[in-house]
Every structure is written in C-alpha cells, then in structure tokens.
C-alpha cells in the first residue's frame, strides 16, 4: 500500500485550490479593463454636474494591472508549478517522509514575498472600489436618487457625452468578485505560510535527532562525567 507524505500533499492541494482562486481575481478585473477600453474603473473620480449628469475620469490600466498580473504570475504560474512539484514528490517517492528531503527554506521566502504582494494587490483593489463608490454616490447630494453602487451599472450612462462605447454593465458585479477572491486568496497564503513555518521547524528537529543531538541537560550530564563530589570520593588518600 502505497504512502504518501500527509503535509506536502496538502500543501500541493492547497497550491491548487490558489490556482483557482487567481483566475477569479485576475478575469474578472481583467474584463473591466477591456470593457472600458484599456482603462481601470478603480479609483474613478466623478465630478457631478447637476442630479442627472456626472463627468469622471478613469485611472490609468497600470492601476487594474498590478493585482491581475499578481494574480497571474504568483497565484497562477508559480502556484501551479509549485504544486505540481510537491504533488510529485509525494507521489513519486512513496516515502511518509519526503518531506524532510524537501527544501522548505526558498519556498518560505518566495511565499513571504507573495503575501505582501497580494496584500498589496488586495488593499489596491478595496481602496480603489471604496473610492471609486465614494465618489459617485455624492450624486445623492445633488438630488440623484441612486442608492448604491451598484447603481453605477445601471442607472448611470458612462457614454453620456463621450464618444466611447464602454460595456459597464458588469464593471461593480466584477470588480467586488476579483476583491472578494482577492482577500480569499490572502487568507489562503497565510495557510500556506504556516504550513512552509511548520515543516521548517519539523525538518530542523529531525535534523537535529538525526545528528544524534538531545536537550541541553542530557548533554551536559553525558558530557560532564561523574561530578565533582563523586571524583573526590572516589580518590585514594595521598597520607
């Protein structure tokens, strides 16, 4: 019967589960960038003429980018690599063990950086949506009867007065599904995070038991010898 290393198959899985959850940040976000021709809807800045017409002004794509290329390259591409990795390794060695073979160290740092990348991603992404809202719904102050923003796909013509053809009937509906994935996609790092800490510090204490090393007062009582009182007993008298 075949045996697998119980820990690097759930990192594997998790890895996987993360694949997942970066093409739901990074599509979703990504539409919103080609339904508005190359532009982010985040951080948008509506100026509100009279109660039923607004100008804005649209961020630069870079904005939209970054959490989507985050997504891509470092839930997507690394993730999946990395996965497949463990899963072959698991699989592949039949050892309960192979674990403690692994590096853990280069992971664990390539995986703290990732974190506070997709943290980052992820505050870009809720700050941008909060502006973005915050900003149109002062259209309440001058009269509009909006509500929320998700009103902002239905009740309000972002061509009014431009010659774009913007498709933002899914820009709020998309833009809360890449944040909420986001954030998802965080808390799965940081379940990742403990398990690269965990077989860290297990690879260091079998290491250690491997080297033959015990506790500091095993050691210093094998190390010492009889004691002192013991020696001195021990000694023929001179006279």
Not at 6 to 25: C, E, K, L, P, R
Not at 53 to 61: F, G, I, K, R, V
Not at 185 to 214: H, K, P
Request: net charge neutral; glycine share 6%.
């Amino acid at each position: 019967m075949a045996t697998y290393d119980i820990q690097v198959v759930v990192q594997a899985s998790i890895y996987f589960v993360t694949v997942i959850f970066g093409f739901v940040v990074a599509v979703p976000l990504g539409l919103t960038v080609i339904e508005f021709d190359q532009h982010c809807v985040l951080y948008t800045k509506f100026k509100w003429v009279n109660a039923s017409y607004a100008t804005y002004e649209l961020s630069n794509e870079m904005v939209c980018n970054f959490p989507v290329l985050t997504a891509v390259f470092c839930c997507i591409l690394y993730c999946a690599a990395v996965g497949l990795y463990f899963l072959y390794a698991a699989c592949r060695s039949n050892d309960p063990n192979v674990g403690f073979q692994m590096w853990v160290m280069p992971f664990l740092l390539a995986n703290a950086l990732i974190l506070i990348l997709m943290f980052i991603a992820c505050c870009i992404m809720s700050v941008g949506i909060k502006t973005t809202c915050d900003s149109f719904l002062k259209g309440k102050d001058k009269g509009n009867k909006i509500e929320n923003c998700a009103d902002a796909a239905t009740k309000f013509d972002w061509n009014a007065g431009k010659k774009t053809d913007y498709n933002y009937s899914n820009f709020y509906s998309y833009s809360k599904t890449s944040e909420v994935a986001g954030w998802m996609t965080f808390l799965i790092w940081l379940v990742q995070m403990a398990f690269g800490v965990l077989r860290y510090v297990r690879n260091r204490r079998q290491r250690s038991a491997d080297m033959g090393y015990e506790d500091e007062d095993t050691q210093r009582k094998s190390s010492s010898g009889p004691s002192d009182l013991e020696n001195f007993a021990a000694a023929n008298p001179s006279a």
